[in-house]
């Protein structure tokens, strides 16, 4: 089954904690604090292996998750950093952050790496926070945690030609005539459930000039139908599989009652699904010359599209006839061989998060508890052991020193009421949060 849709969940792994040790060794009676940085999380990352054709290897395997870091030891001896996880797709994988429908990165080339989920940062070790006045510090940072989220991986083809059309028209069949590709054919609708990808060899009707092999690439999309750019049938998951193509074929059943009618279904729902797939290079196919009706429907057909300035060519992809002609026409409107060894469409978009830092912080209300938001505070109290008096007397500070004990006081929180800060929840005592 071919798998161009899936959702996988990605959960980096925390930084290791710091440690708060002291040394101890024999004649040093005051060595002061060693304790070494936590390692890195694991990070998850995505990148494009050409041998990939399909999301197959995701449809059962959702959730991964990279290692965490290691904890510091005494000696200032830092942890070991977390394994990074790296997930193969095919060219052409686009990737959306799931809960917010945003770009994270559209991957086409080969080798391109986007990290999907960061790795947190270790924990500082206590050989930090020492300073003049105090050199004895019991305060070292939990590792940070690693980014999760859900992302959904869609993917579009990468092909040179897409042959489109309504059901029946005889892709499938004129794919066969053109590559040694062997999809399943029949002669009802529908047949074609998935994409099919040959290859065409042109080296025997390239002009003398031009002696370089071209061997492009071609997808047969399943069959559209009126509505496909609404979601009719399986529009959608059918129509951007050709968005990434250098140049359209348009197969229409030349037998059909109105073959006008079918070739203008097809325009329309391409335009609403995007008008710049009616700028791509087409070449129209006017197919089944070999039934009834068909060469009488040819000379009206062959007018109106010469009218619009698009070459169209009568074949019979069953009986091969025609397919000869439509080969040199392939050939005089694709690139060069040097153009077609580049990736169509090479978008390459890579998003870059910035990852802010900075003071700024929200305090809401929900259902009766002080929530604050903000990324330095967040990443603050998740790096917080508050088991430790001097680690939590220390985020107190950063609390006013940030000013979110004022924003709390002015918006009227009183003792016993809880503050959640990520994940953490505290109970407002302002005896022990005042910095007097």
Do not use: C
Request: proline letters at 6%; a negative charge.
């Amino acid at each position: 089954m071919f798998i161009d849709r899936v959702r996988i969940y990605a959960h980096a792994g925390s930084g290791g904690d710091g440690a708060a040790t002291f040394r101890r060794e024999a004649h040093v009676p005051r060595g002061g604090p060693d304790g070494g940085d936590g390692g890195r999380g694991g990070s998850i990352y995505l990148t494009v292996d050409p041998g990939e054709t399909s999301l197959r290897d995701y449809r059962q395997a959702h959730h991964y998750k990279a290692t965490p870091g290691g904890r510091g030891s005494g000696d200032r001896m830092h942890g070991k950093a977390g394994a990074d996880i790296y997930l193969k797709v095919p060219p052409g994988t686009s990737v959306f952050d799931d809960a917010t429908g945003g770009l994270l990165g559209d991957l086409v080339a080969t080798d391109q790496t986007l990290m999907v989920a960061r790795g947190g940062k270790g924990g500082l070790g206590n050989v930090h926070f020492a300073t003049s006045t105090h050199q004895t510090p019991r305060h070292a940072q939990k590792g940070e945690p690693g980014e999760e989220l859900w992302i959904r991986l869609e993917l579009r083809l990468i092909a040179d030609i897409g042959l489109v059309g309504l059901p029946n028209a005889g892709k499938s069949t004129l794919l066969a005539a053109l590559t040694a590709a062997r999809p399943k054919i029949a002669d009802y609708p529908f047949t074609t459930l998935e994409p099919n990808l040959g290859v065409l060899d042109l080296s025997d009707v390239l002009d003398a000039a031009d002696p370089e092999t071209r061997r492009p690439t071609i997808a047969d999309v399943p069959g559209l139908i009126e509505g496909a750019s609404t979601g009719a049938g399986l529009g959608h998951a059918f129509l951007r599989h050709v968005e990434r193509t250098r140049m359209l074929v348009h197969i229409v059943d030349g037998s059909d009652r109105d073959p006008e009618w079918s070739y203008n279904v097809i325009r329309d729902e391409l335009e609403a699904h995007d008008p710049a797939l009616l700028r791509k290079p087409t070449l129209v196919a006017f197919n089944k010359m070999d039934r009834p009706g068909a060469a009488d429907a040819w000379p009206a057909f062959e007018k109106a599209r010469q009218a619009q300035g698009l070459p169209v060519v009568a074949i019979s992809a069953t009986e091969r006839q025609g397919v000869a002609e439509l080969r040199a026409a392939l050939a005089t409107l694709l690139p060069s061989a040097d153009s077609l060894s580049e990736t169509p469409m090479s978008d390459g978009v890579v998003v870059h998060r910035i990852d802010g830092v900075g003071d700024s912080f929200l305090v809401v209300v929900e259902d009766g508890t002080y929530v604050v938001r903000g990324k330095k505070i967040e990443r603050l109290a998740a790096q917080t052991n508050f088991d430790v008096e001097e680690s939590a007397e220390r985020f107190q500070r950063d609390l006013v020193r940030l000013g979110v004990d004022e924003e709390l006081r002015r918006k009227g929180i009183v003792p016993g009421e809880t503050v959640r800060i990520g994940a953490t929840e505290l109970e407002w005592e302002p005896d022990d949060w005042d910095d007097r």
